[in-house]
């Protein structure tokens, strides 16, 4: 359908908004890696992937319906793509760790 991409516009800056400020600006990355221990080795692109891919899941729907959602929505989509993405990974004592910087 052509009218798919309407209205895409405000989804792409949100969420480029939101990966500057969680990814990218704090250097999350490096966070994760000297402040927590996954169960089994990974890698950053591994983490980032598993993000992307819980994001997509949750947002097709709606792009397929060519609804955009509130800013506020897209924001706690993409915090529970980061914390499976990245926190599905960790113990439960990790998770802890992590649950704690992702609230700050």
Do not use: H, Q
Request: aromatic content about 12%.
């Amino acid at each position: 359908r052509p009218d798919l991409s309407a209205n895409r516009d405000v989804e792409r800056d949100t969420i480029w908004a939101l990966t500057k400020k969680w990814l990218i600006e704090p250097d999350f990355m490096d966070w994760i890696r000297r402040n927590v221990s996954p169960v089994m080795p990974s890698n950053d692109s591994l983490m980032i992937i598993n993000t992307l891919n819980v994001l997509d899941a949750i947002i097709r729907p709606f792009v397929a319906n060519n609804e955009v959602l509130s800013e506020d929505a897209y924001k706690r989509c993409f915090m529970y793509a980061i914390a499976w993405g990245f926190g599905g990974l960790l113990d439960l004592d990790e998770r802890a760790k992590f649950w704690e910087k992702l609230s700050s």
